[in-house]
Each structure stands twice: as C-alpha cells, then as structure tokens.
C-alpha cells in the first residue's frame, strides 16, 4: 500500500528545461505499477507554475488531479496554436484516447496527478518539439526495465 500524498519513499525522476525551451519546465514522475499487459500507473507532480515538456499521448490514458491544479493546453499541431485551456482542480477525472496533444502546466499552487496509462503496443507517449517532430519515446519497455 502507498499513501499518495505522504509520498517520500517513492522514487522520484524529475524533468528540468534548459535553454532548447521557452517555457519553465519543472516536474517529476514516481512509476507506482507497470505490467507488460500494457496497464501502467504514475504519480506527477509539477513545480508551481511550471509544464512538462510538450507531447503526444500514443496510450489511453485516465488521470485524476490529486491537489493543486493542472492547466491542459491543447495544440493544433499543423498551425502550433493554442485551440483550447482547461483548467482541473483537485477532484477532477478525465479521459482521453491515443493522439491528444498538449502541454500541462501546474496552478500556482503545483499539482499532483495520478495517470493511468493502457498502452498494449508498448508506446506511452512522445515528447515533441514546437514543430511537432519527435524528440523521444516514453516506452512500457523502458520503465519495466527501471521497476
């Protein structure tokens, strides 16, 4: 048994930007569960009014904000625009399909997230950059490796 919020024992990574980026990129990752089914459970938090880096979710995913509150910008990848903010407070669930798009980005407060990933080819997501090339791949592989 884990408890989310009383959370030190858990094995955080965390993700910088640096200067390839023009927006604060400040957020970290706790793998809870990953099953070679493709079924896969991860604890986010973001830094205060900082993002995760842009990308494509190649999985179906479920997330539930656990405290703070989660900014998702969606992007239009031909034109790079902006189409959309939703803003999700503590409390919230939603669920998406393979393919969404977007950025996160933490309230001023941070935001603490649990996503429940089902990727049965093995692709969780790719990070891209403003152009909408792929940077890298997040694979089942790579964190069955890591559990």
């Given at each position: 048994m884990i408890?989310?919020?009383?959370?030190?024992?858990?094995k955080w990574k965390?993700?910088?930007?640096?200067?390839?980026?023009?927006?604060?990129?400040?957020?970290?990752?706790?793998?809870?569960?990953?099953?070679e089914d493709g079924h896969v459970n991860i604890l986010y938090r973001w830094e205060p009014n900082c993002y995760c880096h842009f990308h494509r979710h190649t999985a179906e995913v479920s997330s539930?904000?656990?405290?703070?509150?989660?900014?998702?910008?969606?992007?239009?990848?031909?034109s790079g625009e902006e189409i959309g903010t939703k803003i999700r407070k503590a409390g919230d669930y939603a669920h998406k399909e393979p393919g969404d798009i977007h950025m996160?980005?933490?309230?001023?407060?941070?935001?603490l997230v649990l996503f429940n990933l089902y990727a049965p080819e093995g692709v969780l997501a790719e990070s891209l950059n403003q152009?909408?090339?792929v940077i890298r791949q997040a694979t089942l592989e790579?964190?069955?490796k890591k559990a």
């Open positions: 408890n989310l919020y009383q959370n030190q024992n858990l965390r993700f910088q930007g640096g200067d390839d980026f023009d927006y604060p990129i400040d957020y970290s990752a706790a793998l809870l569960n990953a099953n539930t904000v656990l405290g703070g509150e989660l900014h998702v910008i969606d992007i239009d990848l031909v996160e980005k933490a309230g001023p407060n941070g935001a152009d909408g090339s790579q964190l069955l």
